[in-house]
């Protein structure tokens, strides 16, 4: 009988009842007057005048009304280059030991975000709630004593200038609390490891000695070291090494693309569990499993704003026009795609994070990720979500018979105009002139701004075959600290003229 598993269920169970009543809409009124009183004195809290915004009669307004929206480069280059050359008290008080680098594939240069104390308080505690909220998936008590493979950048954090810089899975995992520790695999010797394939190899030939019960980390990443364990140990699935593996907890991309080929690794159905976890904060996580959408983090040092995802209130570079509308948790409807907006315990205000969302439960504050605010919409005027782009990926899949786990596009200019031209990673070459039409006519059904824009400045679609491994090696050659990047399913046209250029190195067709 699994004797401790029973007590920490039972505790999971009575902790995670008496937390259940939320109030989003207050809890998000008092998160933004702790944020604005804590941070009244800093340069930032004084230049935009905190203290008369927490004098009004409404605070959410006046908040509006009185700091601008920042983008990452004018938070930046206004406020926190100020913070990285080591000034305190600038955005909020003092000055952080840590600042996540986060890349991905949009820029040359890494961005330097800081991570407060309080930040890495505020993962923690969403943390703990995630935990708690596994009391809605009836997970048995014996999972409770298993441990939890955290595949995430290295630890071993760059020291620079009095403070240590890493990817935010890195900070994370590096401040895990002690009593965590036992449960925590690949432990703290492996995670330091800076090359990705030496930690990967690493843990493949350790694999065997680990009761795994639970994964957490990016999809991609995730199925190369899977698939690393499996063939060095040269068997079926996983669960032949890890027959107590119960649930992955998936988080910074969408699941759904690499369902597939992530069961194909599997011996048996596990619990899949969505997380929303950026550089700058733990956003949402999923809490019941009768549904994929994430909860919002509500009370937890992180104030939400949403602008509509409308052609008129984005730039063409993804940022937002000086007076686009935003809305608050109590003046949002479901299923209207939102540009997202924090504040936050770090500094960050106003701040565009540059992901689109949409609610599928307002009441629950229950979000689903719809795509990134840089689709230059007021180019082609397309306005398409990646959950356009995915169903569209899966319907060719099953009109052509093929798995397609990988893809990238862009609004790309030619002599005659712009095309969508998609990237699909495959383990086949297809026609490309008829998969491009049931991609070209999929869209125009089941997107009606897509449509238009074919009626006007967007000419068409192109479509390239490329190899799977192809995705693997664009995120290995751009991958900082052995972490994970991830690779954009929109592009902007000099990033995708680099794409291009790999591809040809690389002999891909």
């Not at 594939?105 to 505020?122: C, E, L, N, Q, Y």
Request: proline share 4%; glycine share 6%.
């Amino acid at each position: 009988m699994a004797i401790l598993g029973n007590i920490i269920k039972g505790v999971i169970d009575v902790t995670g009842k008496l937390t259940e009543d939320h109030k989003p809409v207050d809890e998000q009124k008092a998160v933004l007057a702790n944020l604005l009183k804590t941070a009244e004195n800093t340069l930032f809290g004084q230049h935009y005048e905190f203290g008369k915004i927490l004098a009004a009669p409404d605070i959410q307004a006046a908040y509006a009304q009185n700091v601008p929206y920042h983008d990452y480069n004018k938070m930046a280059q206004e406020w926190w280059q100020d913070v990285v050359d080591g000034k305190v008290d600038v955005t909020w008080p003092g000055n952080p030991d840590y600042f996540a680098l986060s890349s991905g594939t949009t820029g040359k240069k890494s961005k330097r975000i800081p991570v407060t104390d309080a930040m890495i308080k505020s993962i923690r505690k969403a943390g703990i709630e995630q935990v708690l909220a596994l009391h809605n998936f009836d997970l048995p008590p014996d999972f409770f004593e298993k441990e939890i493979m955290m595949l995430g950048s290295s630890t071993d954090l760059n020291k620079r200038d009095g403070h240590l810089e890493g990817e935010i899975s890195g900070i994370s995992a590096s401040n895990i609390p002690f009593w965590f520790k036992g449960y925590y695999k690949p432990g703290e010797d492996i995670a330091k490891i800076d090359d990705w394939d030496t930690r990967v190899e690493t843990i493949a030939r350790e694999a065997k000695k680990w009761d795994i019960g639970a994964l957490s980390g990016i999809p991609s990443w995730m199925e190369l070291m899977l698939e690393k364990v499996i063939e060095y140990h040269n068997v079926e699935h996983i669960h032949e090494i890890w027959p107590n593996l119960q649930v992955y907890t998936s988080g910074g991309v969408a699941f759904d693309p690499y369902q597939k080929s992530f069961n194909a690794l599997l011996g048996k159905p596990i619990q899949i569990i969505d997380t929303y976890l950026a550089s700058e904060g733990f956003i949402a996580f999923q809490n019941r499993p009768e549904t994929t959408a994430m909860k919002l983090v509500t009370d937890n040092g992180i104030y939400f704003e949403f602008v509509p995802f409308k052609p008129e209130y984005i730039n063409p570079d993804g940022s937002l026009v000086a007076d686009a509308p935003s809305l608050t948790l109590d003046e949002v409807t479901t299923e209207e795609d939102y540009v997202l907006l924090i504040s936050t315990v770090a500094g960050a205000w106003r701040y565009i994070i540059g992901d689109t969302i949409a609610f599928t439960d307002v009441a629950r504050a229950e979000i689903k990720i719809t795509g990134r605010t840089k689709f230059f919409l007021n180019t082609v005027g397309s306005q398409l979500s990646v959950n356009k782009m995915n169903d569209a990926v899966r319907y060719l899949e099953e009109q052509l018979n093929l798995h397609i786990p990988e893809y990238t596009l862009c609004a790309k200019r030619y002599d005659d105009g712009f095309y969508h031209t998609w990237y699909l990673g495959a383990s086949e070459n297809k026609d490309v002139e008829n998969t491009a039409a049931l991609l070209d006519n999929f869209l125009k059904e089941a997107n009606k701004n897509y449509k238009v824009a074919r009626t006007k400045a967007l000419e068409g679609v192109k479509v390239h075959f490329v190899k799977q491994e192809a995705f693997t090696e664009w995120s290995g050659a751009n991958k900082k600290k052995g972490g994970q990047v991830k690779m954009e399913r929109v592009m902007g046209e000099e990033k995708f003229a680099e794409w291009e250029e790999f591809l040809q190195r690389n002999k891909y067709q």
